[in-house]
């Protein structure tokens, strides 16, 4: 059972490489764990954005723009349109959110000719590990959805537990939340 990043790390390398496109590349913090998970050996980026920009930033943190595929996009909503367009065609595995706003990376996923629609309800999975706590935690859906149906809900859990699993938990804990404990059919949150 994983416990902590390090033995998820650890089950990586036995995993097939994975190719992530990232809109709006051009941001330090973000091309640092773009080249930290290339020297970890798990993914290689396709970076959209302002190549000069991008490739500014890349000097200053002794990366080589050789080692990367870069896709000259200015304009911030078609950097966005295209790297999710790279993971719609089957180019990339992975669409990470760059120096965008959230709205507009949002926007990209759901582009009714580009995006990642598959139907199902859209959601999100952070996972933390927590000095002095002995296992990850997950944290899920704390912004895409306002209202989620019973049904949204179920679908939520469901693509949660599939994550946890995915990253070594066997049984994963469920622990719903809302601001109140008790059911009140006039908080759709706690039904």
Not at 66 to 79: H, Q
Not at 134 to 146: E, G, H, K, Q, Y
Not at 149 to 159: F, G, N, P, Q, S
């Amino acid at each position: 059972m994983s416990k902590n990043f390090d033995d998820i790390l650890a089950k990586l390398k036995n995993a097939s490489k994975k190719k992530m496109s990232v809109a709006v590349a051009q941001d330090s913090h973000v091309l640092e764990a773009v080249k930290v998970a290339k020297e970890r050996g798990i993914v290689d980026s396709i970076l959209v954005g302002d190549k000069e920009a991008i490739e500014k930033i890349m000097a200053d943190l002794s990366m080589n723009p050789a080692d990367y595929e870069i896709i000259d996009v200015k304009d911030t909503i078609e950097a966005a349109r295209t790297a999710v367009s790279l993971v719609h065609d089957g180019k990339a595995d992975i669409y990470m959110k760059g120096s965008l706003e959230s709205k507009d990376f949002l926007k990209s996923v759901l582009d009714k000719e580009v995006g990642l629609r598959t139907g199902r309800p859209l959601s999100h999975v952070c996972v933390f590990e927590i000095p002095g706590i002995d296992r990850l935690l997950f944290l899920t859906d704390v912004a895409f959805m306002p209202y989620p149906t019973l049904e949204d809900k179920k679908v939520i859990i469901e693509y949660t537990v599939d994550v946890a699993r995915a990253c070594g938990v066997e049984c994963p804990k469920v622990a719903p939340l809302a601001a109140v404990e008790v059911v009140n059919p006039k908080m759709p949150v706690t039904v």
